[in-house]
């Protein structure tokens, strides 16, 4: 069967490296805006919001690319989709007119209830079914690509296959795209003892869309996917690695707390872009 | 294996944001196996960080009433009130309604309802919604700001919050109630605490049910038993504090 996905992925636009969009870096973003090709929002910190909040989105859009990423849409949950919340991010891309979303490979919401985390799920078939028909359910209702992110996670449950075998799976029968974390793929590796290479060598490249890069927090026995450090150069030679194999509509660097002064996230924005163009001469 | 599926996300859901299964985890019929659980308790700490730094941002001068048992309290408003909307901000939401039933703080702080409740309405109206098609107050000859509250408040809370900000003994707090406008300034989109008076409350309140200006002014003058030798003064009171409404941007 053709996929349908990766027809649609020839004609998404190539955004080159973008930031998060957060209020403690607004200015800055714009004021160096030549600097920065693209944002990326999550939709839930902007639905329903007026004011300052409102004007931001909407500064921001008329700078940049605004790519929304979703947190809460608990593609893994049991519980049906929050009818609001769908309802509202359809408002949403109405004003941004995003051309893809994407969120996590987890759970967060159930019984009506938002845990407001990134809750794993367990690796096996009967999720996979679970999460391939959910995930066609999104694509219906929103029309557009639909990502999955690979997130960082501290525990296993009843695990039947490997990470790399069940997001494959999942994004192939499911023809959707892959938001390849990084950093992510570099904490899960450590915390969980495998060789990220060949967890890269296993998936299904072609269909990465969009790449997070970001920095951890390293607390001896186990990583923190924390987004309130620098990136380190282990993480770079992954993205490097990454980029030999395939070649993303749009890197984000995601900076969520703890904020350096902001030349030093242009500066990591340049060793992204430097990442780039040697990856693609090694390749 | 929806079912198992959908028992696992209850499970853990339950063990992440609720003290009374964490406290019975060993107990449960199907517990999960120590190193699991151990797990979990990595996202317990995550999430609970998570909500008792927003809650304490918003909370600021509750905290500093309610610091010695802020955690435990938090974990019995998680349990109280479990969050039912996306929106992390949200979380916060219902902060004051459960402190307005905890017995023992109240005995202390009777006012602790309110104060909570002011300091999330800066949240909620700095937040809210735009709504540019609001006609409210058109009769009278202008706009009431829309993205504004008014609040009648039992205790003196703006004296409070001063005094708690500036580190000041609270002493003994009486009931002396208080009118208090909240609003979102459209220029400057601040949220602004004005005290409004009850004549201006009043005021207020007739124009939004519809009334012109000119009738609002002969209802107050009914109202306040005005006679007729105090009627320019009254009048002169009533325009000043329509230019002060609008001045502030109030009244648009």
Redesign the interface.
């Known amino acids: 069967m053709v996929s349908t996905f990766l027809k649609e992925l020839k004609k998404l636009p190539n955004l080159g490296v973008g930031l998060g969009l957060r209020r403690e870096l607004f200015e800055s973003i714009v004021k160096y805006k030549n600097q920065i090709d693209w944002l990326e929002i999550a939709p839930?910190?902007y639905?329903?919001?007026?004011?300052?909040?409102?004007?931001r989105l909407l500064t921001a859009k008329k700078h940049f690319p605004v790519i929304p990423h979703g947190?809460?849409l608990s593609i893994g949950?049991?519980d049906p989709f929050?009818k609001e919340?769908i309802k509202n991010i359809q408002e949403f891309f109405k004003i941004i007119n995003p051309p893809w979303y994407s969120d996590h490979l987890c759970?967060n919401?159930?019984?009506?209830?938002?845990?407001?985390?990134l809750?794993p799920?367990?690796y096996n078939r009967?999720?996979v079914?679970?999460l391939v028909n959910r995930i066609k359910k999104v694509q219906d209702i929103f029309q557009i690509p639909f990502l999955i992110e690979n997130p960082s996670y501290?525990?296993?449950?009843?695990n039947e296959m490997k990470e790399e075998e069940f997001i494959s799976e999942i994004a192939e029968k499911a023809d959707c795209g892959l938001l390849l974390d990084i950093n992510n793929v570099y904490v899960n590796s450590k915390n969980h003892k495998y060789d990220p290479i060949k967890f890269l060598d296993n998936l299904p490249l072609e269909r990465t869309v969009q790449v997070h890069i970001a920095g951890h927090l390293n607390k001896g026995k186990?990583i923190?996917d924390t987004h309130g450090e620098s990136i380190i150069n282990e993480v770079y030679n992954l993205l490097h690695e990454l980029l030999k194999r395939c070649t993303p509509k749009a890197i984000l660097l995601e900076r969520d707390f703890n904020f350096p002064r902001f030349q030093s996230l242009l500066n990591e924005i340049k060793k992204i872009r430097s990442a780039m163009k040697s990856a693609k001469k090694a390749a | 294996m929806k079912n198992n599926l959908q028992e696992i996300e209850k499970t853990i859901k339950d063990l992440i944001l609720f003290d009374s299964a964490w406290n019975k985890r060993t107990k449960t019929r199907k517990s999960l196996p120590k190193a699991t659980l151990q797990r979990i308790k990595i996202y317990r700490d995550l999430v609970n960080n998570s909500f008792t730094g927003l809650i304490t941002k918003i909370y600021r001068n509750t905290y500093k009433l309610l610091h010695k048992n802020w955690k435990t309290l938090i974990s019995k408003y998680i349990e109280a009130y479990p969050p039912n909307s996306p929106i992390l901000n949200k979380v916060a939401e219902s902060f004051p309604l459960f402190l307005g039933k905890q017995k023992e703080i109240i005995k202390k702080y009777p006012f602790i309802y309110e104060l909570a409740l002011y300091e999330w309405l800066e949240v909620e109206i700095y937040e809210k919604e735009n709504d540019s098609g609001s006609t409210n107050g058109k009769q009278a000859g202008f706009i009431l700001n829309p993205v504004h509250k008014i609040c009648k408040f039992k205790y003196p809370i703006s004296d409070i919050t001063e005094k708690i900000e500036a580190g000041k003994p609270l002493g003994k707090i009486s009931k002396n109630p208080v009118n208090i406008l909240i609003y979102r300034d459209p220029k400057t989109l601040n949220v602004r605490f004005n005290e409004i008076s009850p004549g201006t409350l009043a005021y207020l309140e007739l124009c939004l049910s519809g009334f012109s200006h000119e009738m609002v002014v002969m209802i107050l003058i009914e109202h306040y038993k005005i006679k007729e030798n105090d009627l320019d003064n009254f009048n002169n009171q009533i325009n000043d504090m329509v230019k002060t409404l609008k001045e502030r941007r109030v009244l648009i």
């Open positions: 839930e910190n639905i329903c919001r007026g004011g300052e909040i409102f004007e947190l809460n949950g049991t929050d919340l759970f919401y159930v019984e009506k209830t938002y845990i407001h985390d809750i799920l367990p009967d999720t079914k679970h501290y525990m296993v449950l009843d186990i923190i």
